[in-house]
């Protein structure tokens, strides 16, 4: 089945010009945003009106299928005008894959909608067997995007006839069937709009359950018959599915050196009247700020080889060593924020300035589960001794 919701065929340029608007329109909209904890209709439409929505849809269902260097090139595009426009231009394409893994009759239906899907992968509710499907309750929190999205993934455990233990599942909820409640107020990421979701006995058939843990391990949809050429059934789940988060931490280190530049170039000290531009206080700053940034950039080049190249090189790459490339890719341009910071001092504290809502962003991108440095280098030493860290990547 061909999607109804195909439009003209965009080509790479196309769709990082597209990525430029979207950034631009949200750094326009940012203090809205931070207001609203949300970024506006207008940024959304954007998203859908480039079809970068639809970039890693399988090539069967009309969209722009992209590889993974430009996926991340337009996150990182976003990110450098504004995180939290760069985090939902990251989540909104990458939650409309999910369905790329559910039988094809689910398939169907939801990407035929031609809505936008978030979710919440945490197991934290309850599913009870209702016929062929099941019914799903609980509460959700951090569901990024969510005013804006007609599906959302649910995280569940269940225990299936054919399975020896619960299996981590999302059944994608209709968002005309569960409860907002906007409760999302932080430090950060405020224009993510990751609110609370609850869900009181909402069915949902088994067409829409998506098994994670199956496609984890398989890398497929449940069917024999697939498409072979979609890029994503040949790399591993998980670390395809957070490569964002550390292009948005680039996107905005990027721009915060940018800043830090213009900041410093006829910024003249009171306590011995040098400008900054001719010190070699901020001379060393740049440079090791400029260069960490380098070395982050292409340990970025680095993660993706491995992910394209994953089957070719025989799945030898571990969940734990992607685990700790990407988050010491984050720790990195946080470093880069707090140097930033502190050696800009009391004029990067007051709020509005980009400065000061690129380093709140670039530290909140840095507390995601999926971010956390200890987490990580703990899991791949485990690992580099021949330990099992569990990790899933």
């Not at 209709?41 to 993974?68: F, H």
Request: aromatic residues 10%; glycine residues 8%; contains cysteine.
């Amino acid at each position: 089945m061909v999607s109804p919701f195909i439009e003209k065929e965009v080509t790479r340029e196309d769709l990082l010009e597209g990525a430029r608007r979207i950034g631009e329109l949200a750094e326009k909209e940012a203090q809205e945003a931070e207001k609203n904890a949300t970024i506006s209709e207008n940024v959304v439409n954007l998203i859908k009106e480039t079809q970068i929505s639809r970039i890693m849809l399988p090539k069967e269902y009309g969209g722009p299928q992209t590889d993974l260097k430009t996926f991340a090139e337009i996150v990182r595009t976003v990110s450098y005008h504004n995180v939290s426009a760069g985090w939902l231009t990251y989540l909104y394409p990458l939650h409309n894959i999910l369905p790329a893994y559910l039988p094809k009759k689910g398939r169907d239906e939801i990407i035929n909608q031609g809505g936008l899907i978030c979710d919440v992968f945490a197991a934290v509710g309850k599913a009870e067997k209702d016929g062929d499907g099941y019914r799903i309750t609980g509460k959700w929190n951090f569901a990024s995007g969510c005013l804006y999205s007609d599906w959302i993934g649910l995280g569940v455990a269940i225990q299936f006839p054919d399975s020896d233990k619960p299996e981590v599942c999302l059944p994608m909820l209709k968002a005309s069937e569960v409860e907002i409640v906007e409760n999302w107020d932080t430090f950060g990421l405020r224009g993510s709009g990751s609110n609370q979701v609850v869900a009181d006995n909402v069915y949902v058939p088994m067409e829409r359950i998506l098994r994670l843990t199956a496609a984890d391990a398989t890398g497929r949809p449940p069917e024999e018959e697939y498409d072979k050429d979609y890029p994503l059934y040949h790399v591993p789940f998980y670390p395809a599915f957070y490569l964002g988060f550390p292009n948005m931490a680039l996107g905005g280190a990027k721009r915060l050196i940018e800043e830090f530049k213009k900041a410093t170039e006829n910024r003249v000290r009171l306590m011995d009247g040098v400008r900054e531009s001719e010190s070699p206080r901020s001379q060393r700053v740049i440079a090791e700020i400029t260069t960490q940034y380098i070395a982050a950039e292409a340990m970025m080049d680095k993660y993706l080889t491995l992910l394209e190249n994953y089957e070719k090189d025989g799945r030898k790459t571990s969940r734990a060593e992607f685990f700790a490339i990407r988050t010491q890719i984050t720790k990195t341009c946080t470093d880069i924020a707090v140097r930033v910071l502190l050696t800009l001092g009391g004029g990067a504290l007051y709020k509005g300035g980009i400065i000061e809502l690129m380093i709140r962003d670039i530290l909140s991108v840095a507390t995601h589960k999926t971010s956390l440095y200890e987490d990580s280098v703990a899991a791949f030493g485990q690992e580099l001794f021949g330990f099992d860290s569990g990790v899933r990547g």
